[in-house]
């Protein structure tokens, strides 16, 4: 079989309708890198048989799952299903041409399951009942905005799987950000945006094989505790910042991306996510010699009391009628 690149392969996803049973790829999904796999834990015997070697003389398999990372740039259409998976609930309805797709986070270790696709020259595979670990999400300056995804599932089975890429889809740049910090939700409105330079937001969702006695397989693959962090860096003008950390100060904030530039009905496609409560910690400047000094934030999404919530508010805006 001829060798060839990655560019070469295919990954699609689907939503499953029962927890761990396989489904038709819905979305092809435009990748920069995977390296989703296979993958085995195997029991060696540790008997000594009247020789010095130490790895025994059995290897047994004792679990089979899969694993990996899908990276690639945010496409409004195809990204709806895999902040689905990060989040675990959504509702659809239209808006003005296109269709929203708001989120909340649901409060259980069962969040919605993926079969994820692999299309290549040696073999289609599909892995059922894959769940999202993490998600990082990039925005800077110079790139198309990206994001880097993890998640465990069942051991892979041959498949067929024939990609279809969407004729258009809504991708995002730096300059389509709007990131504000306020006292609270009501006030981000006419909060004025920040001048970012970069800005990271990683959800973390702690998922893990839930192995049991008498199978192979995972019986099941749990989100655990979740945890959202981020960073943003800005040009060093004041200690707003600074007194942030220093201070122990909560604040709300939002993340807007929007897409002026291509028209879904009189709308156009948005990424948002609002978080009712933040601390802040790790603030560092950087003073290059020969570059305008910069200042970095890290911060921390709390859960807020006051109204139940991690995330205040998450929707998508696209063409997708529904997820």
Known sequence: MAQFIGRLADIGIA?????GVGVVAQYSVPKANFDFNDKANKARSGEGLGHISGNGSQS?????????KIDG???????????LSALGSVSSAGENGAFKHTYTVTNSNQHQTLSLHINDSVADRIFEG????????EVNTEDICKFSSSFKGKKGQDSSYTPSYATADYKFVGRDLTFKIAADTSS???ASALSVKELKLTINKNAEHNFVLGTLEPEDIFNKQMTIQGSVTIDFTDVTFRDYMLNGDYKACSI???NSRDAIGSNTAKLYLEFPRVDFSEWET?????????????????YDIATSKLISSAYIVNNVTSY
């Open 188 to 190: 981000l409105a006419a």
């Open 286 to 302: 950087k003073y290059d010699n020969d570059e305008i000094v910069t200042q970095t934030i890290n911060f921390n999404v709390l």
């Open 15 to 19: 939503k499953e309708a029962n927890r």
């Open 60 to 68: 047994i398999v004792t679990q089979k799952f899969s694993e990996g």
């Open 73 to 83: 740039e945010i496409n409004a259409n195809s990204f709806g299903l895999i902040m």
């Open 130 to 137: 894959c769940v999202l670990d993490s998600l990082e999400l």
């Open 256 to 258: 807007l991306l929007t």
